[in-house]
């Protein structure tokens, strides 16, 4: 004869097992996710919750600065650096040294210098703020606006952010830029 009093016993012991096994791994995703470093976007040079609750604002005042003046990046070599995994093209990319000089130009729709913008450059990487270099209210001269000496630190990829603002137009523009050391020989 068969004993029933052991028949049915086990799913105590499976659904324990099952508690345990969503308090370990659960235990196991905080740990993993709080050692993440998380970095904040830095996209219009400000917080991304201001830069989402005013989207319509800085469109529109960047639409006014694409209307009125031309800012460009002068003086700056392409480089063959060529992105393996990224998704978008990044179009140009700029060659970067150890030691830069970061001119940008500004001229109105005629062609016009103007010097009497706010400026600032943001020089970050990609994937941290670690190294962040920010330089701001840099003075302006016949329509060129110039960082005369960049130091990078590490070789990799870099983005060039630059926010120029006359009045209530305000322009932004990222150019990627990359610096490859020459190797020794």
Do not use: C
Not at 46 to 57: F, I, R, W
Not at 74 to 91: A, C, E, I, N, Y
Not at 94 to 121: C, F, H, M, W
Not at 136 to 150: N, S, T
Request: cysteine-free; overall charge positive; aromatic content about 10%.
């Amino acid at each position: 004869m068969e004993n029933k009093s052991d028949k049915g016993k086990y799913w105590p012991y499976m659904i324990l097992g099952f508690i345990m096994i969503g308090v370990t791994l659960g235990y196991w995703t905080v740990k993993h996710a709080i050692g993440m470093p998380v970095q904040e976007s830095n996209e219009y040079m400000m917080k991304y919750q201001t830069a989402d609750t005013d989207a319509n604002k800085i469109i529109e005042a960047q639409q006014r600065f694409d209307q009125r003046y031309n800012l460009q990046l002068v003086g700056m070599k392409t480089s063959d650096f060529k992105p393996k995994f990224l998704k978008r093209k990044p179009g140009r990319i700029v060659e970067l040294q150890e030691t830069n000089r970061i001119d940008y130009l500004i001229t109105d729709k005629a062609g016009k210098p103007v010097s009497d913008a706010n400026v600032t450059l943001l020089v970050t990487r990609p994937q941290t703020q670690k190294e962040d270099q920010i330089f701001k209210e840099i003075p302006g001269r016949d329509g060129h606006y110039v960082v005369e000496k960049l130091t990078l630190k590490k070789p990799g990829r870099y983005i060039l952010r630059v926010r120029a603002q006359k009045g209530d137009a305000i322009g932004y523009q990222d150019t990627p830029g990359y610096w490859n050391p020459p190797k020794d020989n």
